[in-house]
C-alpha cells in the first residue's frame, strides 16, 4: 500500500459553493506524469491566494491541489532529462490550477515543465525566489532586451513590498539601477530601502484616475499591479522607455490612452511566466543565480509549514504579507 500523506484539496459542490479541506491522499490520487516529486518545499503567491480563497476563473478543474511552485527531488522518473535524486523546480505550467500542485507532500508532473535547480541554490532558497522572483527576473530580461540599461534612468516598480515587487527591486539594485519604489505601507520603507530602493513613492500617487500624459520620470517599470496604477506609470514613461506588466493586483482593466505610445514611443511588454518556453526559464533562474543578491533573499522571506498555509493565502490577499513566504513541507506535512 502507498504512504499516506496530507495535501490540501478545494472542492466544491452543486451549487459551486466551495469548500478548502485537508486530505489523506497516495500516490494513486496522484495525476498523470512522467516524473514524480518528493515537495521540499513551496510557497505562497497571490495567485494561491486567489484559488483557496474562491476567486472565480483561478481553478479550471475540480477538485484541486492548490499551489504553482515547486522544488524538491525526484523519486521517479521516465522522463529522459531527469533521473532519480534530481532537484528540480517547477513554476506554473497550469499547476494548481487545472494540474494537482504543490499543496502536497508529492507531486506527478510532465517533466518537460521542469528545470533544474541551480548548483547554489537549495530547495528553501529556490522556493524564497518562487513564482513571484521568476517572473520578476524575466519583467527585467524583458526590460534589458528594450535597452533600458541603467544609464536610461530610473525604474519603478509598483507594488514593492510584495513577492514580484521586493525581488525585482533587489535585483534591478544589483545590476546598478535608481530604483523607485511605490508602495501603499509606508511602515515598509526601511525595508524597501534595506532591498536597494532608492526613492519610495506612495501608491496613492498612481492608483487614482490620472492625466493621458505626465511628466517624465522613469525610463522604465516592473508593473505587478494593473489598472490606473499601469496606466499613470505609462504616462509618466520617459521618451523611448517600457514598461513590463505581469500582474492585476488592481484590477485587469487598463484605462489608458494611446498618447504614451505614439508621443513619446513607450512600449508596453506583457510578461507571461506561466507558459513560457523553457529557453526563458533556464536564462531566469541561471541569471537569479548570479544576479540576486542572496544575503538578502533571507530578509524578504519568512518561512511556514503545511499547516499554516490556508490562513497565510487569506493573509496574502489582505495585504498583510511582506516579501515571499516559504513553505517548508517537512514542517507539519
Request: aromatic letters at 6%; glycine letters at 10%.
Amino acid at each position: 500500500m502507498s504512504d499516506i500523506f496530507k495535501a490540501i484539496l478545494i472542492s466544491r459542490d452543486k451549487e459551486k459553493n466551495q469548500s478548502v479541506d485537508i486530505a489523506d491522499f497516495t500516490d494513486d490520487d496522484l495525476m498523470d506524469g512522467d516524473v514524480t516529486v518528493a515537495i521540499e518545499a513551496t510557497t505562497v503567491n497571490y495567485k494561491d491566494g486567489l484559488a483557496i480563497k474562491g476567486s472565480p476563473g483561478i481553478i479550471q478543474r475540480w477538485p484541486m491541489v492548490p499551489g504553482i511552485d515547486l522544488a524538491g527531488k525526484v523519486i521517479s522518473s521516465s522522463h529522459n532529462e531527469y533521473n532519480t535524486g534530481d532537484k528540480v523546480i517547477l513554476n506554473g505550467w497550469g499547476l494548481g490550477q487545472s494540474h494537482y500542485g504543490t499543496y502536497a507532500a508529492r507531486a506527478r508532473v510532465n517533466g518537460d515543465w521542469l528545470v533544474p535547480m541551480p548548483e547554489n541554490m537549495n530547495s528553501m532558497d529556490a522556493m524564497a525566489i518562487g513564482t513571484a522572483g521568476y517572473t520578476a527576473m524575466l519583467c527585467i530580461m524583458a526590460l534589458e532586451r528594450h535597452g533600458i540599461t541603467p544609464d536610461r534612468g530610473p525604474i519603478i516598480v509598483t507594488g514593492a513590498a510584495g513577492g514580484v515587487g521586493s525581488i525585482a527591486i533587489s535585483v534591478l539594485s544589483k545590476l546598478g539601477y535608481h530604483v523607485i519604489a511605490s508602495t501603499g505601507r509606508a511602515s515598509e520603507e526601511a525595508y524597501l530601502k534595506d532591498l536597494g530602493a532608492t526613492e519610495i513613492i506612495d501608491r496613492t500617487e498612481l492608483s487614482e484616475p490620472g492625466r493621458p500624459l505626465g511628466k517624465e520620470r522613469w525610463a522604465g517599470a516592473v508593473d505587478a499591479v494593473g489598472s490606473h496604477t499601469l496606466a499613470n506609470v505609462l504616462s509618466q514613461t520617459t521618451y523611448g522607455g517600457a514598461v513590463a506588466a505581469c500582474g492585476l493586483a488592481q484590477g485587469y482593466d487598463l484605462p489608458a490612452t494611446v498618447m504614451p505610445f505614439i508621443l513619446r514611443g513607450v512600449s508596453l511588454l506583457g510578461v507571461d511566466s506561466v507558459h513560457a518556453p523553457k529557453e526563458l526559464r533556464l536564462e531566469a533562474w541561471s541569471r537569479l543565480a548570479s544576479d540576486l543578491d542572496m544575503a538578502k533573499l533571507a530578509s524578504l522571506s519568512t518561512t511556514i509549514g503545511f499547516d499554516d498555509i490556508i490562513s497565510t493565502a487569506h493573509d496574502i490577499i489582505d495585504g498583510k504579507i511582506r516579501g515571499r513566504v516559504v513553505v517548508d513541507m517537512a514542517t507539519d506535512a
